[in-house]
């Protein structure tokens, strides 16, 4: 791997693998690579897989970008918003194999997806930016909103609850746990059925579903860019 992403294409399914030897974390490299990759399987592949390194999905965004001043940091996530809302409009079927830990922007990463499926174990899945002081954005709250449990979703965004893989499953981040060994197994097959499912009916019905949460996001993601600095006053 020469870089922090792995691109291979297994029958009709593209399977990208996050792995930067560390957290996983949300920088610059990291979302150029995943955006390269998702445009190049928009025209091999009929299904999108992301997985993460053994026990690390995702961390969230670079801890280093995010320390360096608030315009790195509204720099870095706006684009770390446009990739959310890349996978959450894409036309191809998206499904997440949580390999573990899946904090911040790793759990917006999460819901950004279509089918999400998470190992068993002692990890850690959730937003915890308001525990830090940081406010959520829009597009985090309304990726929430639209994908967690509606009696679960005060206490998983305001309150900044973060949950072990059963529990997560149970408020709406991930749709199953199953055995780390079974993981990529149980992804690759759900994959399959999604990638057999009818082209451009899966794309359009995806749209038409999202297409109220997408507007809202788009109509307040350069206003609130001013909040992207974590700015704990706000």
């Not at 609850?161 to 992804?187: K, N, Q, S």
């Amino acid at each position: 791997m020469s870089g922090p992403l792995n691109t291979a294409f297994e029958n009709d399914i593209a399977i990208l693998t996050m792995d930067d030897g560390r957290a996983n974390a949300l920088g610059h490299a990291m979302i150029g690579a995943l955006n390269a990759a998702l445009d190049e399987a928009e025209g091999k592949a009929k299904a999108v897989l992301i997985a993460g390194r053994e026990k690390r999905f995702c961390a969230g965004f670079d801890l280093d970008v995010m320390g360096s001043g608030p315009e790195n940091v509204r720099k870095l996530v706006t684009a770390g918003a446009e990739l959310l809302l890349k996978l959450y409009e894409y036309p191809l079927p998206v499904i997440m194999a949580c390999t573990g830990h899946s904090l911040a922007a790793g759990g917006l990463l999460l819901l950004a997806g279509d089918t999400r499926i998470g190992t068993e174990g002692d990890f850690r899945i959730g937003l915890p930016e308001v525990a830090i002081g940081m406010t959520m954005p829009v597009f985090g709250i309304e990726l929430a909103r639209d994908r967690l449990a509606r009696n679960r979703f005060s206490e998983a965004v305001t309150q900044a609850r973060i949950y072990g893989p059963a529990e997560a499953a149970a408020v709406g981040y991930l749709d199953e746990v199953v055995p780390a060994a079974a993981l990529m197994d149980t992804a690759k097959a759900r994959a399959a059925a999604l990638a057999a499912l009818q082209q451009p009916a899966f794309a359009n019905t995806k749209r038409k579903e999202r297409q109220a949460t997408i507007a809202l996001i788009r109509s307040t993601l350069t206003a609130d860019s001013d909040t992207f600095d974590g700015a704990r006053s706000r």
